[in-house]
């Protein structure tokens, strides 16, 4: 079947402005979960959903970000008031319930110049 | 933060070699993963193996754990080009269900495998 999709899979955007990136899970997986990959950081956890809430937000860097999951499925993440630090490749994992298994996308460069 | 640190860092073979990786940790686990990541793209899962576990194999993989000094390896028997990517080990940060969480990687070895 269809993996996790993510969309775009290369943002450009000038510092200041808001940047929403989608992902889409592999249908039926229940949690779905957000990283950010840079140079200096490697691969850093943001935020978990199981279902539609989110009982880990303890990674989020600051209130600039936000993310929602609707539906069960669909999940967007929100960068409000870009900053260079900001540029990063963001992806996106799901998973079936109570597996440690993730599935991830094929990821999001966002570049802030 | 990390929990994994791979070493080494980098890796340049021939093609044909083994490549062997190591991963260590830092608290107790139920498991650990490892993933390859080519370009610096999305992350494929290779193996995963259970804290009771002390080695496992798929195809060209051989994965052994050892608990007692919060370590882990990866050996690729067998190299080919195609196996060139990074290679992170991962375990579980904050548990949900006894099984479920979000990911905490090493910083990965990169593979080199020349033709």
């Known amino acids: 079947g269809a993996g996790v999709s993510q969309s775009p899979s290369n943002k450009v955007t000038e510092k200041g402005k808001d940047v929403e990136l989608r992902c889409d899970p592999i249908s039926g997986h229940t949690a779905l979960y957000w990283y950010r990959q840079s140079l200096g950081q490697g691969l850093e956890f943001l935020i978990y959903?199981?279902?539609?809430?989110?009982?880990?937000k303890s990674g989020l860097p600051s209130d600039r970000f936000s993310a929602e999951r609707t539906g069960g499925s669909v999940s967007t993440l929100t960068i409000q008031r870009t900053q260079q630090e900001d540029s990063a490749v963001y992806l996106c994992a799901s998973s079936k319930i109570l597996e440690p298994t993730q599935y991830f996308g094929p990821g999001t460069r966002l570049t802030v110049l | 933060s990390q929990q994994g640190e791979e070493d080494p860092q980098a890796l340049s073979i021939q093609e044909g070699e083994n490549a062997t990786m190591n991963c260590s940790y830092k608290t107790s686990i139920n498991n650990l993963q490892w993933y390859r990541q080519n370009s610096g793209r999305g992350l494929v899962h290779l193996i995963l193996i259970r804290s009771n576990e002390r080695e496992k194999h798929s195809g060209r993989l051989r994965v052994t754990l050892d608990t007692s000094k919060k370590s882990s390896s990866l050996l690729i028997t067998a190299s080919r080009a195609a196996d060139t990517a990074s290679y992170f080990c991962a375990t579980l940060g904050m548990n949900y269900g006894g099984s479920q969480g979000n990911l905490i990687f090493g910083k990965g070895t990169k593979l080199s495998v020349k033709p």
């Open positions: 959903f199981q279902g539609n809430s989110a009982p880990d």
